[in-house]
């Protein structure tokens, strides 16, 4: 390509201005599209180890600009809309997460799993600076052709489809739990508005489509800024609420009067109706919730039984196998990246890495707090659903009932934003050179919202879903494609550290993911 060639010391500046003006003409946006698979792309010449001119990064800033038509966003709406990307439904399994690692293993974890997220988001803004490329999926095809895009749509749409399913999980278990301790309905009730496959859909039909049918993903900052207020206040409750329950709770003798109080005023009644409930209550799908329920409530009252009060600073067993993939699950937000990115009022690649840093930095505080002070407040009894924790101990407790209305609020509004990047996937998968259609784009949102509405109403754990995305879609968008593409597509020489530092995540998270995906069927199985 001639407007990307090394110009020569003789080369007057008309002739380096007339290279690039030709450069502009030969690649709009519009001719990129066509051409993704020449082998004449700029990117080609950039591997003799230079980087880019002034006026080379100029054109692909242009190139990327032109790649958009919608308003851009401030800098505190991408941080909210980064922030609301990551913070979601992770945030209720990390501290199950916590107590299956002990409280040094995990600390150690989390951060190398922050740095790592942040890591693998320059390697990104790298790579789309330097080919001024927009979308995930179109680096893997620039990176490795059409077999790396369609890892790369596979991966981005399997883990967005699994994290909206984790939402609505919380929103099948969550919201009847609240209409019911609102209402006073009793336990297993057979109530429409308990049921909640209905919840779901009502949710999906009523609040996420209208937001995940716009356009663009800007003015979802809004929103997101306030799901991200939604999970600060979850996030203080817990804190407060490690003062109040008391450790332990079924005494230090689980025959004696703290336990058979505390038994017969919240667990066993929920066991005994729940119980009854499926035997004599025609209606299937209600009896089915109410199972999913009374074997949570059984676990966590098995849980208790054996409580200690003790923390832990290694601690291994069967459950641990989850823990990681559940932590990269957590901090998985690679897919919005760019879009986001896209839509940043002056789109620099410092001031993305700013956003990044306040995003995953803010998110890190959350988790961690969240995670130490749910230890901290049930210890080695912390069940892989936070929530339900706080919810079985005091349900009508009016403070724990409002967190669990700001949970429920935050995944709802996240639901939209992770919608994004997966009908992106589909669209330029599908259809490539096509200008925008309001039929289509509502067709695919309807399609993703449909599926995921219908794995949420047939999957029967949530926990399922963070260990097996986590260890699969999210560890290959997280370390292993990020590091795959700049290898293919990194202007640094081979033996740089960089180079060498994206060969190991590489290797690494090839090795992690199998061990990972091992260790959850050993565990499944046993």
């Not at 009502?202 to 900052?221: D, E, Q, R, W, Y």
């Not at 992770?418 to 992106?424: A, N, T, V």
């Not at 289509?440 to 999957?459: A, E, K, N, S």
Request: glycine share 6%; proline share 4%; charged share 15%.
């Amino acid at each position: 390509m001639d407007g990307f060639r090394r110009k020569g010391s003789k080369g007057s500046n008309e002739e380096a201005t007339e290279e690039l003006i030709q450069s502009r003409v030969l690649y709009t946006a519009e001719a990129y599209e066509k051409r993704m698979d020449d082998k004449g792309m700029p990117m080609k010449n950039f591997k003799s180890g230079r980087r880019p001119t002034q006026e080379e990064m100029a054109f692909l800033k242009e190139r990327r600009a032109s790649q958009y038509d919608g308003k851009t966003a401030h800098f505190a709406l991408c941080v909210f809309n980064l922030m609301n990307a990551i913070l979601g439904s992770g945030i209720l399994g990390l501290a199950n997460a916590f107590a299956n690692l002990g409280y040094m293993l995990f600390t150690i974890l989390l951060i190398l799993v922050a740095v790592l997220a942040f890591t693998s988001i320059r390697l990104l803004l790298d790579m789309c600076d330097l080919t001024g490329i927009t979308a995930y999926e179109a680096i893997g095809e620039q990176a490795f052709g059409i077999g790396g895009k369609l890892v790369t749509v596979f991966c981005i749409f399997t883990h967005t489809l699994g994290a909206m399913c984790s939402f609505l999980f919380i929103v099948k278990y969550e919201l009847p739990e609240v209409i019911s301790t609102l209402t006073q309905s009793p336990e297993c009730s057979d109530a429409w508005y308990l049921n909640g496959d209905i919840i779901v859909v009502l949710v999906t039909v009523v609040i996420i489509m209208p937001l995940a049918s716009a356009k663009n993903i800007g003015f979802l900052g809004y929103t997101s800024g306030f799901a991200m207020a939604c999970m600060i206040f979850f996030t203080v409750v817990i804190v407060v609420e490690k003062f109040i329950i008391p450790c332990p709770i079924y005494g230090s003798n689980i025959t004696d009067v703290v336990h058979d109080e505390v038994l017969s005023t919240t667990i066993a009644p929920i066991l005994n109706q729940t119980a009854q409930a499926i035997v004599e209550n025609s209606n299937v799908t209600a009896g089915v919730e109410c199972s999913h329920r009374n074997s949570l409530v059984a676990e966590l009252d098995e849980a208790l039984q054996h409580q200690t009060c003790e923390a832990e600073a290694f601690t291994i067993n069967s459950k641990s196998a989850y823990a990681v993939p559940t932590m990269v699950f957590a901090f998985q937000c690679h897919a919005s990246v760019l879009p986001i990115y896209l839509e940043l009022k002056n789109p620099t690649k410092g001031r993305m890495q700013a956003v990044a840093v306040v995003s995953i930095g803010n998110v890190f505080a959350l988790y961690f707090i969240a995670s130490l002070f749910g230890y901290l407040t049930f210890f080695n009894a912390v069940g892989p659903e936070l929530l339900l924790m706080y919810s079985v101990y005091d349900p009508n407790n009016i403070v724990i009932l409002l967190a669990r209305l700001m949970v429920l609020i935050c995944v709802i509004f996240s639901t939209p934003l992770l919608h994004f990047p997966s009908r992106k996937t589909i669209e330029n998968l599908f259809f490539p050179d096509k200008p925008f259609s309001w039929i289509r784009h509502l067709g695919i949102m309807l399609f993703l919202l449909t599926l995921t509405d219908l794995l949420v109403i047939y999957v029967p754990s949530i926990r399922i879903v963070f260990g097996v995305v986590g260890a699969t879609s999210a560890s290959m968008l997280v370390i292993v494609l990020p590091s795959l593409f700049y290898l293919r597509l990194g202007v640094d020489k081979m033996r740089s550290p960089k180079m060498i530092m994206c060969m190991t995540l590489a290797f690494l998270g090839v090795c992690f993911m199998f061990a990972s995906i091992t260790l959850i069927l050993i565990s499944l199985l046993s």
